[in-house]
């Protein structure tokens, strides 16, 4: 059985920086593209960022271009979100996502099934 475990969120102050996990278990953690998105209070999920199995190849939503860097370390299993001069427009419980496949799309897409964790509370007061 797959499981996604995020870690890393809580409440940060509007300037911080802030580096969330998400620990993969139950497959070939290499073998699949991972990714983040959010969920603000009464806003539909959000895609964020993408990173493909081997790591090559990521992709950011424009709205956090240049603030947000994912990465991933296959030999943990563990996917990194790393937040920048965080705002208090990016308070959201952040969700990592597993794809079905290495491909960047498998994540981006929501015409793909993915693997979903249970989420990780970030709070960013003013």
């Known amino acids: 059985q797959v499981r996604l475990v995020e870690s890393g969120g809580g409440l940060v102050q509007a300037g911080d920086s802030l580096k969330l996990s998400c620990v993969a278990s139950g497959r070939d953690f290499s073998s699949y593209a991972m990714g983040w998105f959010r969920q603000a209070p009464g806003k539909e999920r959000e895609y964020i960022a993408a990173?493909?199995?081997?790591?090559?190849?990521?992709n950011y939503a424009d709205s956090v271009r240049g603030r947000f860097t994912i990465s991933r370390d296959n030999a943990k299993d563990t996917v990194y979100l790393q937040i920048t001069s965080v705002r208090p427009e990016d308070t959201a419980v952040y969700y990592c996502?597993?794809?079905?496949?290495?491909?960047?799309?498998?994540?981006?897409?929501?015409?793909?099934?993915?693997?979903w964790g249970q989420g990780t509370q970030v709070t960013v007061s003013s």
């Open positions: 990173i493909s199995s081997s790591g090559t190849n990521t």
């Open positions: 996502a597993g794809g079905f496949a290495g491909s960047l799309v498998t994540v981006m897409s929501s015409f793909y099934d993915r693997y």
